[in-house]
């Protein structure tokens, strides 16, 4: 009778284990927007672009659909992975529905940090914790235009994403977080690096720095250079490095005022002859609302960039008032309205200027997230 009762625990140790079901996750950002816009000047180079526009537009804002999960190997390291896509609800992008975002496959242990290898952020975002803008007007990053893009409120460089890259995430040590992630590229036959320290103590205080090299602002254009009835693209690559501060302090810790603060500081040096630093700053404040049924805040957000792209003279500033409400944690609606200003050249080819651009935009939408 004792070995029929030893035999379903044999069996139980002997089993293989389950594998964890990956999380379904995913958000989907949808918004109005009247929008107005307008540049005193126009050259023959951007002719299909309108000079100006008046209009009311529907926009889908990092809408996304993801898996993650993660799975046990050893008794202290798993498996953790993530695949997710952004997704513009609002059209079709030339026939592709989904663009990757942060994909990847990795380890985690507790005394040795977490790797990521694949498709990841860069570690120039580890620090983002001022940037409060929502939907329209969440364009930190939108430094150039392109041909055959419409008129747009332009902004400091941003983060992006990096293929071909390994992220390592420290375990936290005193309040710390460090990153460091390295990044290959390889049709141009050259690398990029970067590390991010963030300070968090959970006390309403919070610091970052980080800095990127030949990542966030590794980008190549096509320029037509005219000479006569002839025309020659070339297609030039340049790199750069940026650095970036920032800290907030949530008043609420301290007193009994429910008011955030928070200050970015950013400089990004381009590598193309005759371009000059990059400077940005943002600042922001949101305020918790007291007089509502459901959770509810109010912010403004001011940015100003001087040298945009690199470029003497080019400057732009913006500023933004916006507000939200929890219909439930998952449910938000989301007002804003805001202006920007900017001066512009191609980084690449000064003969193609648009000056003096004005955008206008105020409307709302609608977050669910899942």
Do not use: C
Request: charged share 25%; proline share 3%.
């Amino acid at each position: 009778m004792k070995k029929l009762l030893l035999i379903p625990a044999i069996l139980a140790v002997s089993a293989p284990t389950a594998q964890a079901a990956p999380e379904l996750y995913g958000k989907v950002f949808v918004s109005a927007d009247y929008v107005s816009a307008k540049a005193d000047n126009i050259n023959n180079n951007y002719n299909s672009k309108e000079p100006s526009r008046n209009l009311l537009e529907v926009g889908s804002h990092s809408s996304r659909l993801g898996f993650r999960g993660s799975e046990a190997i050893t008794a202290n390291t798993d498996v953790v992975y993530q695949l997710e896509y952004e997704v513009e609800i609002d059209e079709e992008d030339e026939g592709v529905a989904f663009t990757s975002r942060d994909t990847y496959l990795g380890l985690k242990n507790p005394a040795y940090g977490e790797f990521r290898f694949g498709h990841n952020t860069s570690v120039l975002d580890y620090v983002n914790n001022v940037d409060v803008s929502e939907g329209y007007w969440d364009n930190l990053g939108v430094s150039r235009l392109e041909q055959e893009e419409e008129l747009k409120g332009l902004n400091m460089l941003d983060y992006s994403r990096q293929s071909n890259s390994a992220v390592w995430i420290a375990p936290k040590y005193k309040d710390l977080t460090l990153a460091l992630q390295y990044a290959a590229d390889e049709e141009a036959n050259k690398d990029g690096y970067g590390a991010s320290l963030m300070f968090d103590k959970g006390t309403g205080f919070t610091a970052g720095i980080s800095y990127s090299k030949d990542m966030d602002v590794d980008d190549s254009m096509t320029v037509v250079d005219s000479n006569g009835t002839d025309a020659v693209e070339q297609t030039l690559t340049y790199g750069g490095d940026v650095i970036r501060g920032t800290a907030t302090i949530d008043l609420s810790q301290f007193t009994d005022y429910p008011l955030k603060l928070g200050a970015m500081y950013q400089q990004t040096d381009y590598d193309f002859i005759g371009s000059d630093k990059e400077q940005g700053l943002l600042v922001s404040a949101e305020r918790d609302l007291a007089n509502f049924n459901k959770p509810a805040a109010i912010y403004v957000q001011y940015s100003q960039t001087t040298n945009l792209n690199g470029l003497d003279d080019n400057d732009s500033n913006q500023i933004i008032l916006g507000g939200k409400y929890d219909f439930t944690e998952n449910i938000i609606a989301h007002a804003y309205i805001g202006q920007n200003k900017a001066d512009y050249t191609h980084p690449m080819d000064p003969t193609n200027t648009v000056e003096d651009i004005r955008v206008f935009a105020v409307g709302g939408g609608l977050e669910y997230l899942f």
